[in-house]
Each structure stands twice: as structure tokens, then as C-alpha cells.
């Protein structure tokens, strides 16, 4: 009987295994569909609410979060504001903006370096959103990164006792670095285009002051042209003779005047 069980208990625990590794490759290959589809979104969005919309839900679900945020820092590299808002409490939450090194969101963006905090409700830098209730979640925070600087932060919660692994914190860096090139490709394209449409305002203003000149001219040469004509007729009927003879050094003069 023991030998028989042995032989059963083997077979299960191939059969276990091998369901395992079926449930572990089925799992990377949506990993690597998500991340293939969210790079094919960005390339055909133009949007950044869009884009980062995408990213957002695609590394909320694989991950099994309840909810995610894209944060962005401010210029001024004081706060993160959210940009996008996976949350059953999302309007408490886009109304609130968090301090760099504020909470663990905020110390991510402060250190650039990405936690996994489990109980992040127990961790004595955990914050609560206002008007919202304090329960017990996990929390993935990763940087948004171009190079060596920080654009922003990504958090992914999870409600309850079921904790996150590194695993998902690694597959949540590859998203925040889609969101952070998001940013970055938003960002160059709203300055190339403020760019533009200030060298076509310099063109347009320079093409303005080349007609105003223009006319400028065409009225100089309008006016100066009519007594010209006149002081030229007039020299030319003093040096005919036929308003009197002139001496040598008349005659010189008015031909200076005639020629200039």
C-alpha cells in the first residue's frame, strides 16, 4: 500500500508541478502581451491621458492591484499631482496633492528608488487619503524616470492581507518606465509646438514689418517723385536757356543739381 501511494503521490506531485509551470509561463506570456500592446498604444496615441491610461490599467491587472496612480512632479520638484486615477475614491484622491518625501509615495520620489511595502497601513510613513478610510492594503511605488531624473511616481495598492511579491515590483518598474517616456515624448511635443507657433508669430511679425516697409517705400518714392519731377523740369529749363542766359558757374552748378 505504502509503495502504491509513493508511485500516486509521485505522479500528483508531477501532475502539481507541471500545472505550476503551465500557470507560471501562461503568466509571463500576458506580462509580455501587455507590455507589447501598452508600447503599440503609445506609439499610435497621441494623448498622454491616453497613454498613461493604458499603462495604468494594464499594470493594475496584472498585478492583481485594487487600484493605480500615475503621479507627476512639478517643475519645481516640491509635489506630486495625479495625472491618472484607477480608484474606487478617485475624486477624494486627484484632489490631493502629496509632498516630495511626503509618506512613502513621496519619499520614492525623493530617493528615486522603487518599495514594495506590505501593511503599508502599519509602515509609520503611511499616509491616508483625506475622506477616505483607513484599511488595511500593500503598496508598490516605483519611480518614473528619464535617465537620472524623476517625472513622477506610480503607486499600485492592493486591499487586504494579500501582499505583493518582488516579482510584481520588477514588472511594475517596466510599466512606470513606459509612463515616465510617455511624459518625457508629451513634454518635447508640447515644447516643439509652443516652439513652432513662436517662430510662425516671429514670421508672421517680420512678414508684417516687410509690407509695412513696402508701403513705407511705395509712399516715400510717391511723395518724392512729384517735386522731383518738377525741380528737374525747371533745371533743365534753366540750363535750355530759355529763361535767360546763365554765366559759367550757373551753368556748372545746375548741371551738378541736374546729374545728382
Known amino acids: 500500500d505504502v509503495t502504491t501511494l509513493l508511485a500516486i503521490s509521485g ?17 509571463r506570456a500576458e506580462e509580455v502581451s501587455a507590455l507589447l500592446a501598452t508600447t503599440i498604444d503609445l506609439g499610435s496615441s497621441v494623448e498622454l491621458s491616453t497613454r498613461l491610461d493604458v499603462i495604468a490599467q494594464s499594470a493594475r491587472r496584472l498585478v492583481g492591484g485594487d487600484s493605480c496612480i ?60 483625506p475622506g477616505t478610510p483607513a484599511t488595511p492594503d500593500n503598496l508598490l511605488a516605483v519611480p518614473l524616470k528619464v535617465g537620472r531624473r524623476i517625472t513622477g511616481v506610480m503607486a499600485v495598492y492592493r486591499e487586504g492581507l494579500r501582499g505583493f511579491k518582488l516579482h510584481d515590483l520588477n514588472l511594475i518598474t517596466s510599466f512606470a518606465a513606459q509612463a515616465a517616456v510617455a511624459i518625457e515624448n508629451a513634454e518635447l511635443y508640447q515644447a516643439l509646438r509652443e516652439r ?19 508701403e513705407m517705400v511705395q509712399n516715400v518714392s510717391h511723395e518724392l517723385r512729384t517735386p522731383l519731377t518738377f525741380l528737374r523740369s525747371y533745371v533743365e529749363l534753366l540750363l535750355s536757356g530759355q529763361l535767360g542766359e546763365l554765366q559759367p558757374e550757373q551753368e556748372k552748378s545746375l548741371r551738378i543739381v541736374a546729374d545728382k
Not at 520614492?108 to 503611511?126: F, I
Request: net charge negative; proline share 3%.
Open 11 to 27: 505522479q500528483l506531485a508531477v501532475a502539481v508541478e507541471n500545472a505550476r509551470l503551465y500557470e507560471e509561463a501562461r503568466r
Open 70 to 129: 500615475i503621479y507627476k512632479l512639478d517643475p519645481g520638484a516640491e509635489y506630486l499631482h495625479p495625472l491618472v486615477v484607477h480608484d474606487k475614491y478617485a475624486e477624494q484622491i486627484s484632489a490631493y496633492k502629496i509632498n516630495v518625501g511626503e509618506g512613502i509615495t513621496g519619499m520614492v520620489a525623493l530617493r528615486g528608488e522603487g518599495e514594495l511595502v506590505n501593511r503599508a497601513d502599519l509602515d509609520p510613513r503611511g499616509k491616508t487619503f
Open 196 to 214: 513652432a507657433n513662436s517662430l510662425q508669430a516671429a514670421y508672421n511679425q517680420l512678414a508684417e514689418m516687410d509690407r509695412r516697409k513696402d
